[in-house]
């Protein structure tokens, strides 16, 4: 848990877990009031991955080059330590699929948007997005330009 990896059934409240505590605080207040306006619909919340130590990203990033067979298809899944979002407390990953379906038609309200099409689950904090509505989707973070460093 030290280095982000997230229990299952986590909150965005679950302030003892570093994965939820460690993220940026504007993105978890964001966060905590959509999981309270998704609680008024009946979906809960559930922090599948928040923040996370470069050590712990560089692992998921290796795992996904032995599932993917190369670092071009697992770069489409996980960037690197270097460029990561998780990394910089600036991401979550959010489930069940309700919760991320939610998320996908409410959550520019709360400044919080899909970034990567392939990733229904992956949100970042756009706080522009509460007045103009979250910014077009990439494919794929190796479509992202903040993953080109």
């Known amino acids: ?74 770069a489409r899944w996980v960037a690197t330590s270097e460029t990561s979002a998780h990394v910089a407390g600036n991401a979550v990953d959010i489930g069940p699929a309700d919760a991320a379906a939610w998320l996908s038609e409410h959550g520019s309200g709360h400044g919080l948007c899909q970034i990567y099409g392939n990733e229904p689950w992956h949100y970042e904090l756009r706080p522009e997005a509460v007045d103009r509505g979250c910014p077009r989707m990439y494919a794929d973070p190796a479509h992202d330009p903040r993953m080109q460093r």
Do not use: C, I, K
């Not at 460690?22 to 993105?27: E, F, I, S, T, V």
């Not at 008024?40 to 993917?68: C, I, K, M, T």
């Open 1 to 74: 848990m030290a280095d982000g990896a997230v229990p299952g059934g986590t909150s965005v409240f679950d302030v003892e877990v570093p994965g939820v505590a460690n993220l940026d605080p504007a993105l978890l207040e964001a966060l905590r009031q959509g999981a309270a306006a998704a609680a008024n619909d009946g979906v809960v919340f559930v922090v599948e991955s928040g923040w996370r130590s470069p050590a712990y990203q560089e692992h998921l990033l290796r795992q996904a080059v032995f599932e993917y067979g190369s670092e071009q298809e697992a």
